[in-house]
């Protein structure tokens, strides 16, 4: 699991909201990791939206301000012990969202450029 915590554009104001997703994989191209969550538009998705790198990203505006996210780490829950099924292997890297979507073989939405609205 990846957790972000909402902040300012600085990354210095960290809030008590924020984030979690699960990691699904990571893209060839950008060096980014793709997020799996299921809360969007009543379907599972993908999205390579959250930089890992530690750096405050734009997230979305509610209510007129913007909510910026800052990656605060990788977690397991307590007690889980990592197999190596569970660590990311070359079957899990994708040249594209769209290439992993496919491999999902799921009814899922691209949130590459933000949610849509239905």
Do not use: W
């Not at 997020?35 to 209510?63: A, W």
């Not at 829950?77 to 079957?91: C, S």
């Amino acid at each position: 699991m990846a957790v972000f915590s909402d902040c300012d554009s600085t990354g210095t104001n960290i809030k008590l909201s924020g984030h979690v997703t699960l990691v699904y994989g990571k893209l060839l191209d950008k060096n980014t990791y793709i997020g799996l969550g299921g809360n969007q538009g009543d379907m599972i998705t993908l999205s390579p939206n959250y930089k890992y790198d530690g750096k405050p990203f734009y997230s979305y505006t509610e209510k007129g301000v913007k909510v910026y996210k800052k990656f605060r780490g990788f977690y397991k829950p307590k007690g889980y012990l990592i197999k190596e099924e569970d660590k990311l292997n070359a079957n899990d890297e994708y040249a594209t969202i769209k290439d992993a979507n496919a491999k999902l073989k799921q009814k899922t939405q691209d949130t590459s450029k933000g949610e849509s609205s239905r």
